[in-house]
């Protein structure tokens, strides 16, 4: 369907590793739909993806420790973040 090519090709966003460390990112869907992978990176491809049945939580909005003291002037609405289960961490993006 249109849908999976959409997410197959792929979204900008912004994803954030710290307070001050911001990165423009292609996030997609891959082939078989069980990760979603970002380029560009300095990773290691197989390190560059989060895969879906690790996903613990989705939440909108500016509701982990990072971006309540972060200086980033995101609206909440633009904010998502991924709990991510096997690594016990949180990823946040910007849409």
């Known amino acids: 369907s249109d849908c999976w090519h959409y997410m197959q090709t792929g979204t900008e966003f912004i994803k954030l590793r710290g307070p001050t460390r ?55 609405l633009q904010v998502v973040v991924l709990i991510i289960l096997s690594e016990l961490h949180s990823t946040s993006i910007i849409l």
């Open 22 to 76: 911001h990165f423009r990112r292609l996030f997609s869907l891959d082939a078989d739909l069980s990760h979603i992978r970002w380029t560009p990176t300095n990773k290691k491809p197989h390190k560059a993806r989060i895969a879906i049945e690790d996903i613990r939580e989705i939440r909108v909005g500016k509701n982990t420790e990072q971006l309540r003291h972060s200086d980033a002037n995101y609206g909440d």
